[in-house]
């Protein structure tokens, strides 16, 4: 029986850094960890693809889908790939030919199944269940009316806000930053995101690259019936290592002031979105800034319901920070009805408490949350660091488990009907 042939040419999965907006989706989806990043760029490891698709459905800007024709021996190396300022182009045919092109090609659009929990060593791997589809009633989102492969790079917006939203006193300060558009457009929907793009340069002369913020206002602006949205931004002043660092783009827009100027692009994101359908239940499942989607959420259901055009449709949510003081919204959280939302708190670092975790939160709900489950009119949505999605994933398998309802068919059901959206970072 002859072996199997050696693919001599491959199609290489590459990530385009001039219109990437470095917000971790397709790392944080790969389920074969192929996808790294340095300070510069987000590349795809060739050794470790396997062409499974996963990171391209939830990417919002398209950078992610691109492809090169490569000789197997010759694949970009991710130390390549870091340098890069443009994608490179296509070799020519005659070096593909001395490659041997008569070989197999890889074909990126038949690519193989999606690995398994099998494929994957029986390991837990949360993004499994997190879904690329909208709700089948969300509304239709606009995406990447302005970019760099746009007709218009940019657009710039005007402060008209900025407020601190964290407790005076700790060094990590959370701004509520509120930006005009005036007459141009600038559609959006909850649960999407905008990028900015901040003055100067970096370290090697060259324009910052666009930072990914998710939108914190409703579908009608953050002043209904105006051009605006608003932005929950936490002040970076170390990197994930503790070590001391001044995130160019935080810091920029946490010192802005009313009147001053912001580049943005966008708007981004076309299946984190929430359901339109009265009956629809939500589960908001946050940490820190990823608390500005469901701000923004929680704020076009308080319109609704105040209108009189909104019925049913319950409002759950987990909340977590390391103290009260590094929440935000903490005070108008508390004064929303409690008929109108469910809110549980869950702070990690309370001087003389036990540390408690979303998840753990939810655990103490398991009973609320199992009903949940089981009615097809719930979506649960989590927004935070890359650290709290096992956590919460896990949660709601022992929750299902417990209920005597079977994971495996949940998880899919929900990742299939676009029912649990997971967007860490």
């Known amino acids: 029986m002859n072996a199997p042939v050696e693919l001599a040419v491959i199609q290489q999965h590459l990530i385009d850094p001039e219109i990437c907006i470095r917000c971790n989706t397709c790392e944080a989806t790969c389920p074969v960890d192929a996808i790294t990043h340095d300070s510069n760029n987000y590349v795809v490891d060739a050794s470790k693809c396997n062409l499974c698709m996963a990171c391209v459905p939830p990417c919002p800007t398209g950078s992610i889908d691109n492809w090169r024709t490569m000789p197997k021996a010759r694949a970009y190396s991710i130390e390549e790939q870091f340098g890069w ?22 074909d990126a659009s038949a690519p193989a199944p999606a690995p398994t929990a099998a494929t994957l060593e029986d390991t837990f791997v949360a993004s499994r269940y997190g879904a690329t589809l909208p709700p089948w009633s969300a509304a ?42 005036g007459a141009m457009p600038f559609p959006v929907l909850e649960g999407q995101s905008i990028g900015v793009v901040p003055p100067g340069t970096d370290a090697k002369g060259r324009p910052h690259h666009a930072r990914q913020y998710s939108i914190a206002s409703p579908r009608n602006g953050e002043r ?17 290592d503790g070590k001391p660092v001044r995130g160019v783009a935080s810091n920029f827009m946490c010192d802005l002031k009313v009147g001053d100027k912001v580049e943005v692009i966008g708007p981004f994101g076309s299946s984190f979105l929430m359901p339109n359908h009265p009956k629809s239940h939500i589960v908001m499942i946050c940490t820190g800034t990823g608390s500005a989607p469901m701000r923004a959420m929680t704020e076009w259901r308080r319109r609704l319901r105040a209108s009189g055009k909104f019925e049913g449709g319950k409002l759950l949510l987990f909340f977590g920070a390391r103290t009260q003081q590094e929440l935000p919204y903490f005070g108008p959280l508390q004064s929303l009805p409690k008929d109108f939302i469910d809110t549980n708190f869950a702070f990690s670092r309370t001087p003389g408490q036990p540390k408690k975790y979303v998840q753990d939160a939810m655990r103490e709900r398991a009973a609320d949350l199992a009903a949940l489950l089981k009615d097809p009119n719930t979506h649960l949505y989590v927004c935070g660091l890359k650290s709290m999605e096992e956590g919460v994933v896990l949660a709601l398998r022992d929750i299902a488990t417990g209920a005597g309802m079977d994971w495996e068919s949940v998880g899919a059901a929900l990742q299939r009907e676009g029912r649990l959206h997971l967007e860490t970072y």
């Not at 300022?85 to 890889?106: D, R």
């Not at 657009?155 to 008209?160: L, Q």
């Not at 964290?166 to 930006?179: A, C, M, P, R």
């Open 140 to 181: 239709h989102a606009f995406t990447n009316l302005y970019g760099p492969k746009a007709a218009q790079k940019t657009i710039t917006a005007t402060v008209v806000g900025n407020l601190r939203v964290t407790d005076v006193g700790t060094d990590y300060d959370t701004h509520h930053i509120v930006l005009d558009f």
């Open 85 to 106: 300022e443009s994608l490179p182009a296509e070799l020519p045919p005659e070096e593909l030919a001395a490659a041997g092109a008569e070989a197999p090609v890889a």
């Open 224 to 240: 209904p019936g105006h051009n605006n949205l608003s932005l929950t931004i936490k002040r970076v002043l170390e990197d994930y």
